[in-house]
């Protein structure tokens, strides 16, 4: 059984930054791609980045050149590392993989004030 949990997640100003945290634990982490997704009131949950297990990178054009995801192999954790946040990044952000199914944290809220 996957389990995912997340970190990091608070209040900042507009221009801010925060580093989320997922660690992963149930299953052989350097094997899985990893995502962060968000998802705001009233709004569908949508992708923000992706890590593949080989370390393959891909982000939303709305983070994109603001939001990096990396990953620990060691730790068994991947990270977004959010830099110049916006009010409109406001949401719950979720850590995601999928093996024979898919598997969810319980999210971390990330607030921004303008």
């Known amino acids: 059984q996957v389990q995912l949990v997340e970190s990091g997640g608070g209040l900042v100003q507009a221009g801010g930054s925060l580093r989320l945290s997922c660690a992963a634990s149930g299953t052989i982490f350097s094997i899985l791609n990893m995502g962060w997704y968000r998802q705001a009131p009233g709004n569908q949950r949508e992708l923000v980045a992706h890590i593949t297990h080989s370390s393959g990178t891909h982000y939303a054009d709305s983070v994109k050149g603001r939001f990096t995801i990396s990953r620990d192999n060691a730790k068994n954790t991947v990270y977004l590392q959010m830099n110049s946040l916006k009010p409109e990044d406001t949401a719950v952000y979720f850590c995601?993989?999928?093996?024979?199914?898919?598997?969810w944290g319980q999210g971390t809220q990330v607030t921004v004030s303008s």
């Open positions: 995601n993989t999928a093996l024979s199914r898919s598997y």
